[in-house]
C-alpha cells in the first residue's frame, strides 16, 4: 500500500443486468481524512461504500486497495437484539479481555450505563451510538458511514454530528460518509466528493475552520455549489430559504 | 389471549381512583366462577339421578377415584408409562426436525435435498400412518413411539426452516462487517434469531407429541394413560376414563407452562418480555 493512500480504487465498474452503477470510478482517501460522498439516490454512493467493507465481491478488473482493518456504521443500527449491549460492541472482537474494551468504547460515545442493556430498549440515537462505539472499539483504518444519521430526529442528529467529529479526531481514521444532507457533508468533512451517474462530478475542498456554522458565509457558497453539482435549480434553493 | 386480557386490565388499573383499587384482584377470582358453577350444576344432576353414572360419573366420585387411583400406586405407573413414550418420541422427533431444519436452512443443496419431501410428507395427516406403523413396527412401543416422534418432528422442521430463512440479511451482513465467518454467523446471528420461531415450533410439537400419544395409546396398550382409559370403557368406569382426560390435560398444560418458563429465559430480549 502507498504510504499516503489509505484507500486507492482504480477503474470501478459495477453493472446489475444492463444499468451501469459505477463507471470506470478512481478514489482516493488520504490517512486520517474526512470525506463525504454525495449523491441523488441511485447516483451508486451506496455500491462503492458496499464494496469497500468488502460486502460485494469487487469485479477483477478493479484495482482496489484497502486497509485490513475495515469498520461501519449503516443507516440503521443493525444491532442483534439477542445481545446485550456490550455483547453487540464486542461481536466478532478476536482475542480475551474483549468486555473491557467494548465498556472503554461504550463510555466514549457515552453509554457506559447501558452496556447490560437490551438494544430493544434503546432509543433510535442511543442505538447509533452502540453502532458507532462497535465500528471503534475495532481501531479500524477505515470507518465507513452509510447515511448513519439518516433515521434520527434534527436534534439527535446535531449531537451525533459533535460526537462523530469528536472521535474522529481522537481516532484519527479514514472516514467516509455516504448521504443525501449536503448540510451534512458540509459540516462534517474536508472534502466533499459528488458522484453522478457511476463517476465522480465534483471533487471539493472544505477549507471553512471548524466548527463550523450554518451561517458562515463560505459555508452559504459551498452549500449552494453543491446542491447546483447534484442538479438542484438555485431558484429552488432561493424559493426554499 | 387471556395473559392480553389480563394486561390490558392490569394497565388500567392506576387511572382508577385509589378506593376501586382491590377490584381488579376480585375480577381475577370471578373468572373461576362460571366453571365453578357448572361442576356444581353438574354434581346437583348427578346427585339428582339427571346423569347415570354410566354416561359420566359424578365431580366427587371422579375425585374419589382419582385418588383411589393415586394411592393404589396405579395412575402414577401407567403415567410414568405415558411419560416415558412421549419423552423418548419427542426427543427423537424434535432432534430429527432440528437436524433437518439445519441442513436445509443452512445450505442450498440441503434445502434442494430434503425441503421438497419434507414439505409433501407434511401434507399427509400423520395418524392416518397408524395402519401402516402398526404393520411396520408391530404393536408394542415402537409405533407408539415412532407415532409421537412423527409428529413432532414436523412443526419443529417447519417453524425452525421458516426461522432460519426469516433471519434479517442485514444482520448477517452487519455480523460480515464485524469480522464473524461462517460459523460465528450461524452461532450469533442464524441460530438466536431462528430461536423464537423455532420455540413456537416445540410448542406445536408438544400439542402434537400429546395428541399422537393418545391415538398411540388405542394400540393394543398394556400401560399408560391411554390403557387405562380403554381399560376403564370396557368396565363402564366412566370416573375412570375422565381422570384419564384429566391427566391429559394436565400434562399438556405442564409442558406448555415448562417452554412458556424456557422462552421467558432465552428470549429475554424480546421487548414484549422486556416490558413485562
Not at chain 1, 79 to 93: Q, Y
Not at chain 2, 86 to 92: F, P
Amino acid at each position: 500500500m502507498s504510504e499516503n493512500r489509505t484507500v486507492s480504487v482504480r477503474g470501478l465498474t459495477r453493472r446489475f443486468g444492463a444499468n451501469t452503477v459505477l463507471h470506470g470510478l478512481d478514489l482516493d482517501l488520504e490517512p486520517g481524512s474526512f470525506t463525504a460522498l454525495l449523491g441523488r439516490s441511485g447516483s451508486g454512493k451506496t455500491t462503492l461504500l458496499r464494496t469497500l467493507a468488502g460486502l460485494d465481491p469487487a469485479p477483477g478488473d478493479a484495482e482496489i486497495r484497502l486497509p485490513a482493518a475495515v469498520a461501519a456504521v449503516f443507516q440503521e443500527p443493525r444491532l442483534l437484539p439477542w445481545k446485550r449491549v456490550w455483547n453487540n460492541v464486542a461481536l466478532g472482537l478476536p482475542g480475551r479481555e474483549v468486555k473491557p474494551r467494548a465498556e472503554r468504547a461504550l463510555a466514549e460515545v457515552g453509554l457506559a450505563r447501558h452496556r447490560d442493556a437490551w438494544p430493544a430498549t434503546l432509543s433510535g440515537g442511543e442505538a447509533q451510538r452502540v453502532a458507532l462505539a462497535r465500528a471503534l472499539v475495532r481501531e479500524p483504518r477505515l470507518l465507513l458511514l452509510d447515511e448513519p444519521f439518516a433515521a434520527l430526529d434534527a436534534l439527535t442528529r446535531i449531537r451525533m454530528h459533535a460526537l462523530v467529529l469528536d472521535l474522529w479526531r481522537v481516532h484519527g481514521p479514514t472516514t467516509l460518509i455516504v448521504t443525501h444532507d449536503v448540510d451534512e457533508a458540509v459540516l462534517l468533512a474536508d472534502r466533499v466528493l459528488v458522484l453522478d451517474a457511476g463517476r465522480i462530478a465534483a471533487d471539493i475542498r472544505v477549507e471553512i475552520p471548524r466548527p463550523r456554522s450554518h451561517g458562515d458565509a463560505r459555508f452559504v457558497a459551498l452549500r449552494r455549489r453543491l446542491l447546483a453539482e447534484l442538479g438542484v435549480e438555485a431558484e429552488v434553493i432561493r424559493e426554499a430559504a | 389471549m387471556s395473559e392480553h386480557a389480563l394486561g390490558a386490565r392490569e394497565s388500567l388499573a392506576p387511572s382508577l381512583p385509589r378506593a376501586v383499587l382491590p377490584r381488579p384482584n376480585l375480577a381475577r377470582y370471578r373468572r373461576f366462577l362460571s366453571p365453578l358453577a357448572i361442576v356444581l350444576l353438574w354434581q346437583a344432576a348427578s346427585m339428582a339421578g339427571l346423569i347415570a353414572p354410566r354416561t359420566l360419573a359424578a365431580p366427587t366420585t371422579i375425585l374419589a377415584a382419582a385418588w383411589e387411583l393415586l394411592v393404589s400406586g396405579e395412575l402414577p405407573h401407567h403415567l410414568l408409562v405415558s411419560l416415558a413414550r412421549v419423552a423418548t418420541g419427542l426427543a427423537i422427533g424434535v432432534t430429527a426436525g432440528i437436524v433437518l431444519a439445519l441442513i436445509s436452512g443452512l445450505s442450498r443443496l440441503g434445502e434442494e435435498v430434503v425441503d421438497a419431501p419434507m414439505q409433501m410428507l407434511r401434507t399427509l395427516p400423520f395418524l392416518a400412518l397408524v395402519p401402516l406403523f402398526i404393520l411396520w413396527f408391530g404393536i408394542g412401543e415402537t409405533p407408539k413411539i415412532a407415532l409421537v416422534a412423527l409428529g413432532s418432528a414436523f412443526p419443529v422442521y417447519l417453524t425452525l426452516f421458516a426461522g432460519i430463512r426469516g433471519v434479517d440479511p442485514k444482520l448477517a451482513e452487519a455480523g460480515r462487517v464485524f469480522g464473524l465467518d461462517r460459523r460465528g454467523l450461524i452461532r450469533h446471528v442464524i441460530l438466536p434469531g431462528a430461536l423464537p420461531s423455532g420455540l413456537v415450533g416445540l410448542r406445536y410439537a408438544l400439542g402434537s407429541a400429546w395428541l399422537s400419544l393418545v391415538i398411540a395409546e388405542q394400540i393394543n396398550a398394556t400401560a399408560g394413560i391411554g390403557f387405562l382409559i380403554n381399560d376403564a370403557r370396557d368396565f363402564l368406569r366412566t370416573d375412570v376414563i375422565v381422570v384419564g382426560l384429566l391427566v391429559y390435560a394436565l400434562l399438556g398444560l405442564g409442558a406448555d407452562a415448562l417452554i412458556r418458563a424456557f422462552e421467558r429465559r432465552a428470549l429475554a430480549w424480546r421487548p414484549n418480555l422486556i416490558k413485562a
